[in-house]
């Protein structure tokens, strides 16, 4: 996916705690500036032991703070200065230790003393642990935990997984990327909270034989875009998913299904429990009657093989019929007369909202078009990339919502 410049104009401060974690904190610094952001790292003692600060600073393209002694501040006050111009301080790696000091209040070195010293209302915390999995487990660890989150502390992952120690389990600090995406979706508009989305995304796969089948060009991107989107708005996701190789995006709950009629059976029973639908998925319209034990064989005389076929259900239309739906949004992917094709589309279906798009332009893209059409009108949502344009329509179903 292209790179939208979401945390343009975002300053943070990222602190470094001990750990071996701090090797991925040298890809987060530059994950966090390709997403737009300046970041000034702060680093204590032990995150020195396993990281220089030459390496972050080269990285950073600023000086490295590493003591509340340190003299290049007129007011000797670092840890002041540094966090009231930042939008946030994400300490990465947190360990163990450092998330003890944070429980306990305690303000011994430069990081600690600036977390504590923060103006809490604007500049918010948030910790990606990183340690072995006995301490992560200790109830020490969790304790303090515990009581970070109820001062106001966010904590991203840990992950569970290989550990540098060769143990496996919780703990491990989460990947560059995944603490990106978290912190781009820590800045987006909670226009969702507490709303339930289910989304259906990517083709079909319809089977005639064992090695055959009919599908389509669907990549799923949009339909993973919407899902991002809307749990970055603070929705909880549930995701349905056509033969895709795309990767779920964070905190999204996906299913994975390869039918048309797998994808009715996954949606049906979930639906009554959202309060939004959006249909992105090209679902294939009809499907072979019956599917083949063995592979259709050539038999050399040149005859084709018949392939009787049979009609999917239609999930959309299924669950705009029920008793007390969920807010439906369908998609019309279109070759041409986009505005009448979506019209029609929306009255036939039973939907408030239908979002047009050309066929052709967006499956596989990155980038998309649409035109929004409802009971109001029509209004369009020019080109751009899908994570952005996924936003869009979620701020758009949104207002609806709170309207309805
Ligand atoms: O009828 P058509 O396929 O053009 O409608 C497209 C919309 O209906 C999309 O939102 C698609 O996900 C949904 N759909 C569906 N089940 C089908 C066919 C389409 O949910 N069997």
């Known amino acids: ?16 705690s001990g750990g071996i974690a701090c090797y991925k904190s040298a890809e987060l610094v530059r994950e966090l500036q390709r997403h737009g952001a300046t970041v000034q790292v702060v680093m204590t003692e032990a995150a020195a032991q396993f990281i220089t600060p030459v390496t972050m600073q080269a990285l950073s393209n600023r000086p490295v703070y590493l003591s509340q002694w340190d003299a290049r501040e007129p007011n000797a006050m670092a840890h002041i200065n540094l ?21 306990a209040g305690r303000a011994d070195d430069l990081l600690s003393l600036l977390c504590l010293a923060r103006p809490r209302e604007r500049c918010p915390l948030l910790l990606a642990p990183a340690m072995n999995r006995e301490m992560w487990a200790h109830p020490a ?10 001062d106001g502390a966010l904590i991203l992952g840990p992950a569970a997984g290989d550990q540098a120690c060769g143990e496996i389990g919780d703990g491990r600090m989460l990947e560059a990327l995944e603490i990106c995406e978290e912190l781009v979706a820590f800045f987006q508009p909670k226009l969702l909270s507490g709303r339930r989305v289910l989304i259906t995304a990517g083709p079909t796969f319809e089977a005639i034989d064992p090695v055959r089948g009919i ?9 993973f875009a919407v899902a991002r989107a809307a749990r970055e708005a603070g929705a909880e996701v549930t995701l349905v998913a056509g033969p895709v190789a795309l990767a779920t995006p964070r905190q999204v709950t996906r299913i994975d299904v390869k039918t048309a009629q797998q994808m009715h059976d996954a949606v049906l029973p979930l639906a009554p429990r959202h309060d939004v639908f959006v249909a992105t998925a090209a679902v294939a319209d009809w499907r072979p009657a019956a599917c083949g034990e063995q592979k259709i064989k050539k038999d050399g005389s040149g005859a084709v093989p018949t392939i009787p076929m049979t009609e999917n259900p239609d999930i959309l239309a299924a669950v705009a019929k029920l008793a007390d739906p969920p807010y439906c949004v369908g998609f019309a992917a279109e070759s041409h007369d986009l505005a009448k094709h979506a019209r029609e589309k929306r009255q036939r279906k039973g ?18 078009a649409l035109l929004l059409v409802d009971d109001a009108g029509e209004r369009e949502l020019p080109r751009a990339d899908k994570l952005t344009l996924a936003r869009a329509l979620v701020a758009e179903i949104a207002q609806r919502l709170g309207a309805r």
């Open 1 to 16: 996916m292209s790179d939208p410049q979401d945390l343009r104009g975002r300053h943070l401060v990222l602190g470094l």
């Open 141 to 150: 660890t969790q304790r303090n935990v515990a009581q970070v989150v109820a």
């Open 351 to 368: 939907v408030p909202l239908i979002v047009g798009n050309i066929g052709p332009a967006t499956f596989g893209r990155d980038d998309n």
């Open 83 to 103: 966090t009231r111009e930042a939008d946030a301080v994400l300490v990465a790696p947190a360990s163990a230790d450092f998330i003890a000091k944070l429980a």
């Open 215 to 223: 599908t389509n060009l669907s990549s799923g991107k949009m339909g």
